[in-house]
């Protein structure tokens, strides 16, 4: 079931203790609501087709044509690819590192679990929105929206993620260690 926990981006009384969250909601229009109003898009859709375990990247967009047009279609974006992380995946520790870390894009961070979950957590304002996605999640995350991503120690998701460059996925990482003080999807 996804989730919203959202925590003022400050510990208790300076001792670095994780402050107790301000709200936490499973119920989706309650996600939708309260992510809209900090302008990061959440919709759920169904994620009606089941991938063979050996299922490869274009295997996954061919499969989800149909959901892939409609984003691109609505959102303007040129590249679509699918990321499919397995708990046994050779590069599973080295990407979780990566993109544990708080960064920006300078586009929307668009993406539609088809499989499995992640945890997206936004640092906006002077909160910390930790947002639990999973199979049917879309969201998107506005272009120079701090936030980091975790996949968990054990990942099994499969996300189409949608871009504006050919470049795909390009970071900038903050140098804030914020993201060490905030619930890790474990």
């Not at 984003?71 to 590249?79: P, S």
């Not at 690819?81 to 979780?96: G, K, N, Q, S, V």
């Not at 590192?97 to 708080?102: A, G, Q, R």
Request: glycine content about 8%.
């Amino acid at each position: 079931m996804s989730r919203l926990s959202i925590f003022p981006d400050h510990g208790d009384g300076g001792d670095g203790a994780l402050p107790l969250p301000k709200l936490v909601c499973n119920d989706p229009a309650s996600i939708q609501a309260e992510l809209a109003d900090r302008c990061v898009g959440f919709e759920q859709w169904p994620a009606a087709h089941a991938l063979p375990p050996d299922a490869d990247q274009s295997t996954i967009l061919t499969t989800y044509a149909s959901e892939v047009a409609r984003v691109q279609r609505d959102g303007g974006y040129q590249t679509v690819d699918a990321i499919r992380m397995t708990p046994d995946h050779p590069e599973r520790e080295a990407l979780r590192n990566k993109f544990l870390s708080e960064h920006t894009h300078a586009e929307d961070e668009v993406r539609f679990f088809v499989e499995g979950q992640g945890l997206f957590s936004l640092h906006i304002d002077k909160e910390v929105l930790v947002t639990l996605c999973e199979r049917g999640d879309l969201i998107s995350v506005p272009a120079g929206t701090r936030h980091w991503f975790d996949m968990g120690p054990t990942p099994s998701f499969c996300a189409l993620r949608f871009f504006n460059n050919s470049e795909g996925w390009v970071a900038t990482f903050t140098g804030d260690s914020i993201a060490e003080r905030f619930p890790r999807l474990d």
